[in-house]
């Protein structure tokens, strides 16, 4: 099987580095919404045949060009959801930002247990996103489909496949970020394991991921870089 895990395109929230990760969440901005139109030429041919999005507006706006490229309803799946933030929800501040991001370094690091007031823990976050995984890949077992893209969020996407993937590391993700639109391309299956084969920054040019600010989720946290996969 092949996953395209996708990074919603940008909004607001993302220029103005909030943790904005409760349902519904900000709509796409209008950069967001050419994001999401330019994923139809970087993804419309590589034999997707299910879309998933989660439960927040912007990954649902930002699935719908290609799904409607490729002829497809998008489904949608709560699991998807961004990692919770909890308290520090629609802060931006430094020190809030720093938090949020050490939670998601220390499930990268196996430590599960720890969570900010008021939001999930490691356990809660891989238990909803394994199993949204599990009931994608399971509608698309059943309809002949083995091509899949899921559109989520930037810290959800880097740290599930910061864990699940094998040839990926903590500190490979901990220092890498995940732009708009940006993709993580798996293959394989939950039996067999997944391998990563593909990060990708923004598929517009590099200036116009500059504009759109990745937001403090899918950015990387400030320590020393680790080694790439
Ligand atoms: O930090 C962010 O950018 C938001 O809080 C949540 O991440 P997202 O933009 O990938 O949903």
């Known amino acids: ?14 220029v103005d580095h909030l943790l904005d990760t409760a349902v519904p969440g900000a709509d796409l901005s209008p950069l967001g919404r050419e994001q999401a139109g330019a994923l139809v030429g970087a993804l419309g041919e590589r034999g997707i045949g299910a879309v998933t999005a989660s439960t927040l507006v912007r990954t649902q706006q930002t699935a719908a060009p ?4 490729l002829g497809l309803d998008v489904a949608v799946a709560d699991g998807l959801r961004e990692i919770e933030a909890g308290d520090l929800e629609m802060r931006g501040d430094e020190e809030s930002v720093r938090r949020y991001l050490e939670v998601v370094a220390a499930w990268l690091h196996g430590d599960l247990t720890v969570a900010e007031p008021g939001a999930e823990d490691g356990h809660a976050f891989f238990a909803r996103y394994d199993a949204a995984v599990a009931d994608a890949l399971a509608a698309a077992r ?39 639109t940006g993709v993580v ?25 500059e504009v759109a600010g990745a937001g403090p989720a899918a950015e990387p946290a400030p320590v020393e870089p680790g080694p790439v996969f």
């Not at 099987?1 to 993302?14: A, E, I, P, W």
């Not at 290609?66 to 490229?69: E, G, I």
């Not at 899921?150 to 903590?170: D, E, F, K, Q």
């Open 142 to 180: 059943a309809a002949g489909v083995d091509t899949l893209a899921l559109v989520s969020h930037g810290a959800a996407i880097r740290t599930w496949s910061g864990v699940r993937a094998r040839n990926l590391t903590a500190a490979f993700v901990i220092a890498t970020g995940l732009e708009n």
């Open 66 to 69: 290609l799904a409607a490229h």
């Open 1 to 14: 099987m092949r996953l395209f895990l996708v990074r919603h395109g940008q909004t607001q929230s993302n």
């Open 185 to 209: 391309e798996l293959q394989g299956g939950p039996g067999e394991g997944w391998t990563c084969v593909r990060w990708t920054g923004a598929v517009l040019g590099p200036e116009q991921a």
